[in-house]
């Protein structure tokens, strides 16, 4: 066996079960290397990540399933990487072309079909305003992601949300809640989110609840007013898509320093690498992609916000609007809703090889004939 060649399907049957994967590497003593590996435990196929060794003594039979891959073009290298590969646009430009530069101002993005503006969710008193999109508990919400799991598509219902527009009574008893969860999802919307920039609203989920703070209204007294101690805090974890543009702005323009953050786009891309022998990446993943990838939520049912790179601020500008639009105000809780479902499933991903090795754990004495 140790001559069999890279890339060769191999089926391995240990008294742990049976499990098919390529051959990466056999040594002189016998242990196999295998990549993308499946486990055929209990008769369905369970992907595991990384590479997986198989050593002599566990190893009960080996067969041949599949001979490497040969190139068809016969002056192609068999044996390295190449330095070049092939360029490809990413999901967002390949759609780009199907669009037409004049229809992609934002402002049109929400307006009704009857041509008027949806009102806004904030009351003139500027206090905090509950708002459900939907009386019916049970109604289908239109536009609105759907979560697969076993029996199919599920719909996954945004829960209330709160808007926060001044200091008041019903403000202070939201950030002395927030200060009081262990997991918050967190994100921010305005205009070029940086150092430059301008925030606009802040939002944070809980389990049950959606806070938005009118960063415009409350300006620099929603951080002076305990907002900057729970972006600080260690003990209270703030689940983030890509925390690059929100640190940068929040520490130059507010003097916050994030800590105890989970950043589901990092986590992504070590699911990844773990999935392809440690290559990286070659684009990262929006929210809505990884929603798409690890939710199985339809893209298309997600909102995606279009923002010309030569208008940016024009774009961009409307999450200054005073009403705000409801339309806006659903993309912002569809924007920090579903992150903590994102982490819950990317926490058990990356988790997969110490999973594998407890169970190895478990078994090995165990199995082993004294």
Not at 87 to 101: A, G, N, R, V, W
Not at 303 to 322: F, H, K, M, N, Y
Request: charged share 25%.
């Amino acid at each position: 066996m140790k001559d069999t060649p890279k890339g060769t399907k191999l089926s391995v049957v240990t008294e742990e079960g049976e499990y098919e994967g390529l051959v990466t590497m056999i040594d002189k003593k016998g242990k196999i290397s295998l990549k993308n590996v499946v486990s055929l435990k209990s008769g369905t196929k369970t992907q595991m990540m990384g590479i997986q060794h198989f050593f002599p003594g566990d190893l009960v039979q080996v067969k041949v399933l599949q001979g490497p891959k040969v190139p068809n073009d016969k002056n192609s290298r068999t044996q390295g990487k190449s330095i070049f590969c092939k360029h490809t646009k990413p999901l967002h430009l390949q759609k780009s072309k199907f669009l037409e530069s004049d229809q992609l101002n934002l402002n049109r993005q929400f307006v009704r079909s009857s041509g008027s503006e949806p009102e806004s969710d904030t009351d003139a008193t500027g206090k905090a305003e509950e708002v459900s999109d939907f009386d019916d508990e049970n109604a289908e919400r239109p536009g609105e992601p759907k979560v697969q799991n076993g029996d199919g598509p599920v719909r996954k219902k945004l829960p209330p949300y709160k808007i926060y527009d001044q200091i008041s009574d019903e403000f202070h008893q939201a950030i002395k809640t927030i200060k009081a969860q262990f997991i918050v999802s967190v994100s921010l919307e305005g205009m070029n989110i940086s150092r430059h920039g301008k925030l606009c609203w802040l939002s944070v989920a809980l389990k049950n609840e959606i806070y938005l703070f009118d960063c415009i209204s409350l300006g620099g007294r929603l951080m002076e007013e305990g907002f900057q101690e729970i972006l600080e805090s260690s003990k209270i974890l703030k689940i983030i898509h890509d925390c690059r543009r929100p640190s940068d702005m929040l520490y130059h323009l507010y003097q916050v320093k994030l800590r105890n953050i989970f950043d589901t786009q990092v986590a992504d891309i070590m699911v990844f690498r773990a999935r392809h022998g440690g290559d990286p990446p070659r684009y990262v993943r929006s929210l809505p992609e990884c929603l798409n990838e690890h939710l199985n939520m339809n893209l298309d049912e997600l909102p995606l916000q279009r923002v010309r790179v030569s208008c940016q601020e024009t774009d961009e500008g409307i999450w200054a609007q005073r009403p705000m639009p409801r339309a806006l105000l659903m993309l912002a809780c569809k924007n920090v809703s579903y992150l903590r479902s994102l982490r819950d499933i990317l926490t058990e991903k990356m988790m997969q090889d110490f999973i594998t090795g407890v169970d190895v754990y478990i078994s090995s004495l165990r199995l082993f004939q004294i």
